[in-house]
């Protein structure tokens, strides 16, 4: 059972180019987030997906885009790398949880996180 | 909008002594808490949450943790520390729409 996992695990690039980091997870997870974690910040939530094909912002969106084609796969793509986005990246998995809570549409399931993928921006 | 506060940068302890990593919330509603941990070069691995229910929640290798409402805190505890534990804890809330938001982090270090 791999679980989730992110490639690459370390990247560096320069500023301007265009970096695509990769997530992929085999539990059929509905849900799907990527992090970054900056010092003296914790993790700060950049997108996130509750279903293929569905996709939101989160708290620090801008500089990236997401797509979510197929369920288990939520690629992060940078498109024009800056020198502030140099951080590390966590990608995060959860089901869609049945608590019944606020009628069945807040899930309060956890979080499952990939190993992160070290980003240096040039 | 949802916080969480850890007040502590970095925790130290010795080891066999109890250890508590604090955490307090600011949220609307009804808190839903989570404590993570994350080792060297490695990702989050979850410890414990708090939904409803009893106060005092246990978790993985053998962490609990306090849920007081009137003081909003959700505070970590190990009765006795081990060198092993030392690592960065992460307490956070849940948003609606399974979104975390995560307090800046403590570190914890246990001295043998």
């Known amino acids: 059972d791999a679980g989730i996992t992110q490639s690459p695990r370390y990247k560096i690039t320069e500023t301007g180019r265009q970096v695509t980091l990769m997530c992929h997870q085999t539990?059929?997870?509905?849900?799907m987030f990527w992090y970054r974690q900056d010092l003296g910040h914790g993790l700060r939530l950049i997108y996130y997906?509750?279903?293929?094909?569905?996709?939101d912002k989160g708290e620090v969106p801008d500089g990236y885009v997401v797509s979510r084609s197929k369920t288990e796969n939520f690629p992060l793509t940078l498109e024009s790398a800056t020198r502030s986005q140099t951080s590390v990246y966590f990608c995060?998995?959860?089901?869609?949880?049945?608590?019944?809570?606020?009628?069945?549409?807040?899930?309060?399931?956890?979080?499952?996180f990939g190993p992160g993928t070290r980003l240096t921006v040039l | 909008a949802q916080s969480v506060a850890q007040p502590e940068d970095q925790v130290n302890v010795a080891e066999g002594n109890p250890l508590t990593v604090k955490c307090t919330y600011s949220?609307?509603?009804?808190?839903?808490l989570f404590w993570y941990v994350q080792y060297p070069n490695r990702g989050l691995q979850f410890l414990l949450k708090y939904i409803t229910g009893d106060n005092l929640v246990k978790g993985s290798y053998g962490f609990e943790a306090e849920f007081n409402k009137s003081q909003t805190s959700f505070h970590l505890k190990k009765p006795s520390a081990l060198v092993s534990d030392s690592a960065l804890y992460f307490c956070a809330s849940m948003e609606y729409g399974n979104k975390l938001v995560f307090g800046a982090g403590t570190i914890l270090r246990v001295k043998s």
């Open positions: 997906s509750a279903a293929a094909d569905i996709t």
């Open positions: 949220v609307s509603g009804n808190p839903y």
């Open positions: 539990w059929s997870h509905s849900y």
């Open positions: 995060a998995s959860s089901e869609k949880g049945r608590d019944g809570l606020a009628g069945g549409r807040f899930s309060t399931d956890t979080q499952y």
